[in-house]
């Protein structure tokens, strides 16, 4: 599946609301665990949570599978709040143990935008809890103070601390502040990762290439970023740069495929500007985010006119085995697959240096051959979400979206215990499958006569061929990967 890239014309006038999937299904979370609604794996849903909210949803769960989480919590725009406000994540077994949790908060930056956590119920993780088939229940809170006015990075329930993740659309630069008690939007995504063949390693690696890499050089190319998961434009190693810029209080989302035994590497670049003084503190931010949207890094900036850098931590290669590792940068490095990044320029930006936006220049290394998979003994939910195909590269190399978790989960049926589907509500970035725009390319040449309509009917046909056409199987395993280290970013438990 292909979508177009968000449109250049809508970022140029004002930052984008937040892009959720558009097949997303609507639900509603239950104030208790009875009557939650029960979401399916491999989908995504949309919902909404109001200040002190604690929401229930169930999952039905096998004995083998992994389940994954995640929860986007999506303020509007302009909406007043305080580094210590955000959302918690927590997966619970049918006798409330938790299984894990996390707490992402929107932290130092006081800007307004959406920030995501996530939680799992992984099999062998512990002796007694959280591991047998049965029900079990995601909880969401909307954590922190009620008024937004910045209660300051306290800790919260459990070990729970401040985060600085972001993840979407934030406040618009210049509105007014809009009172902490309206509702926040939330996008909810559950993926199940299948058993793998016994005999494959169960302790963390313990050494890696840990050392920063050379900048990756030369001119950089266009591309813009998209304003939620959904829309997330695809990248692959180079140097890249956002045309229209990134304005106070917007986020911008990009992915990268990164395989089996890959690393990656990326750095995000402010331009300076002529307009305004002064200097704000924490005003960037760049989050990491791996394929079902589980927070690995985010790192911090501030911005005072000049240009100014931010990089994230040197992560090991991608492996399975990276799970077993306690430090949370590391264990998050545990898939193949899309990996997500957002960046967002903090509202406060626009009343030092005005709302015009700032210049955006992204680097992305990806070092190591790709190589094959554990062995799942089955297929995951959606499927296809911990592989990198020759399609996905491909995809990162001309700007299409590939397969990720809003095509192959995106919610476009009822299973019978949903509400009713929200096509295309609040993601207006996104705008059919590149067959579709090719087709419509030949419907719209019509005028031109029918010997150049053939023409162009049969580049058509040659290009959706070429795009349907199998992935080589990739050869080689993981590389292993490092000891750990301390972790900048949002707070996760068991």
């Known amino acids: 599946m292909t979508t177009a890239q968000p449109g250049l014309a809508a970022a140029a006038d004002a930052p984008s609301p937040y892009s959720y999937a558009e097949d997303a299904t609507t639900v509603e979370g239950a ?113 922190g103070s009620v008024t937004g006015t910045g209660i300051g990075p306290g800790a919260s329930t459990g070990s729970a601390s401040s985060a600085g993740s972001s993840a979407a659309s934030g406040s618009v630069a210049g509105s007014p502040s809009k009172d902490a008690s309206e509702e926040w939007g939330l996008e909810l995504g559950f993926v199940s990762e299948p058993a793998v063949t016994k005999g494959g390693p169960t302790t963390a690696p313990q050494s890696w290439n840990s050392a920063s890499p050379d900048a990756v050089s030369g001119d950089p190319e266009p591309r813009r970023g998209g304003s939620g998961f959904a829309t997330a434009s695809p990248l692959a190693e180079g140097v890249w740069q956002d045309e229209a810029g990134i304005r106070a209080g917007e986020t911008l989302f990009y992915k990268v495929p990164v395989g089996w035994g890959q690393q990656l590497h990326a750095t995000a670049e402010l331009g300076s500007t002529t307009e305004g003084d002064g200097y704000v503190g924490n005003a960037f931010v760049m989050s990491l985010y791996n394929p079902v949207r589980g927070s690995v890094d985010d790192r911090t900036a501030n911005y005072g006119g000049d240009q100014r850098s931010v990089a994230l931590d040197p992560l090991p290669p991608v492996a399975y085995e990276n799970r077993f590792s306690h430090d949370e940068e590391v264990g998050g490095m545990r898939f193949a697959g899309w990996y997500y990044l957002a960046l967002h320029l903090g509202a406060p930006v626009a009343a030092r240096f005005g709302d015009e936006p700032v210049g955006l220049t992204l680097r992305v290394r990806l070092e190591g051959e790709a190589g094959a998979g554990p062995g799942y003994l089955g297929a995951s939910e959606p499927r296809g979400v911990f592989e990198v195909t020759e399609g996905d590269r491909q995809a990162a190399e001309d700007g299409t979206t590939g397969e990720t978790l809003e095509g192959g989960a995106g919610g476009g049926g009822d299973d019978g215990d949903t509400g009713s589907t929200s096509e295309g509500e609040g993601s207006g970035n996104s705008s059919g499958s590149g067959d579709q725009r090719l087709a419509m390319t030949v419907v719209a040449a019509g005028g031109i006569g029918t010997g150049s309509l053939l023409v162009l009917g049969l580049l058509v046909w040659t290009v959706v061929a070429r795009r349907r056409a199998p992935a080589a199987t990739e050869p080689e395993g993981p590389r292993p990967g490092t000891a750990a280290r301390g972790r900048h970013g949002v707070s996760r438990g068991r």
């Not at 409330?96 to 799992?120: K, N, Q």
């Open 31 to 143: 104030a208790g665990s009875t009557g939650a609604v029960r979401l399916a794996a491999g989908k995504t849903y949309r919902s909404s949570i109001g200040p002190g909210g604690k929401l229930y949803f169930r999952l039905d769960l096998g004995a083998a599978a992994n389940a994954y989480v995640s929860a986007t919590a999506v303020p509007e725009p302009g909406a007043a709040v305080g580094s210590a406000d955000g959302v918690r994540v927590s997966l619970q077994d049918a006798d409330a143990h938790r299984c894990s949790y996390e707490t992402a908060r929107f932290g130092p930056t006081r800007s307004g935008h959406p920030v995501t956590a996530w939680a799992s119920r992984e099999v062998g993780s512990d002796e007694y809890m959280c591991q047998g088939a049965g029900v079990y229940y995601v909880v969401v809170e909307r954590v």
